[in-house]
């Protein structure tokens, strides 16, 4: 196996991945969904009653929308997650009791008339755990009304539950080859048809500018009234392609999945010796 053109930038990655199957990118594209595990709200508690400030103002503790949907809205909220300190609650030394290993509290405290956000969310704790996302929308609160509410989030994998899948648009295309035969009059139909501008004209012949760009949707075939072009794909090449919700690093989440990976693959090898014997 080979990797090449490596860009992690932040949230973003892409890389081109040679030598190997369909199932293995495939395997790589799973783990990243579904095990690579992420903070989320996972219990949300809320005031009732009347709510007062500090003028003794009263405020009713409610939302125009059900605590159930903004309890929603709150899981789906990426929280910044440290992979290296955080582990899940039924494996902590706390014995799932809640501990900052394990656990991350918030409290929220807005008064209307305002728009609820994200970055309301206060940590109980370390301020480098604060939102990072501060302009999610939650909900809108009218004159009187107000909420107060405490929320607990914790460690999980994707395949448990959306909210704690870190990775999205998570993807990957056979390797495209492009070939632009003598017969190529240089009408320029593919340049202007290409959805991702792949191909440009220059000095007066068709040449490809952004190969990686290239989708394989033949849109350039179609067009070519003298036949020249040919799109093609290399069976064991790929271009990988993902980014994170800011919960983590597109860097972190790719190094957890392959040793995610690599992991299961030696318990089930073990297993499978363990029964030679
Ligand atoms: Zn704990």
């Known amino acids: 196996m ?41 219990d949300v508690e809320f005031h009732l009653g009347t709510i007062s400030d500090e003028d003794g103002k009263s405020f009713e503790s409610t939302a125009p929308l059900f605590d159930e949907i903004l309890a929603h809205r709150l899981s789906m909220i990426p929280i910044p997650t440290d992979l290296q300190v955080l582990t899940f609650r039924k494996d902590c030394s706390c014995k799932g009791e809640g501990c900052p290993n394990c656990t991350i509290m918030y409290s929220l405290n807005k008064k209307g008339p305002c728009t609820v956000y994200s970055g309301d969310l206060e940590p109980l704790g370390d301020d480098k755990l604060r939102v990072k996302d501060t302009l999610i929308p939650i909900t809108k609160l009218t004159e009187n009304e107000a909420l107060l509410i405490y929320a607990t989030a914790v460690l999980g994998r994707g395949r448990d539950h959306a909210k704690w899948q870190p990775t999205h648009a998570v993807g990957y295309t056979n390797y495209p080859v492009i070939t632009i035969g003598k017969k190529c009059d240089a009408s320029a139909a593919c340049v202007k048809r290409c959805p991702r501008n792949v191909l440009v004209k220059k000095e007066g012949k068709i040449v490809v500018d952004k190969l990686e760009e290239c989708t394989l949707c033949k849109t350039c075939v179609e067009v070519c009234e003298s036949g020249a072009i040919k799109v093609d794909s290399v069976d064991d090449k790929f271009l990988f392609r993902f ?10 989440a790719l190094l957890y999945a392959l040793k995610y990976l690599d992991e299961s693959f030696s318990e089930l090898r073990d297993s499978v010796g363990e029964m030679e014997e």
């Open 2 to 42: 080979k990797i090449e053109d490596l860009k992690i930038d932040g949230n973003e990655a892409r890389f081109v991945v040679s030598g190997v199957d369909p199932a293995f990118v495939n395997a790589l594209r799973r783990a990243l969904v579904a095990d690579v595990p992420k903070m989320a709200i996972d």
């Open 243 to 252: 980014e994170t919700d800011g919960s983590i690093d597109a860097k972190d």
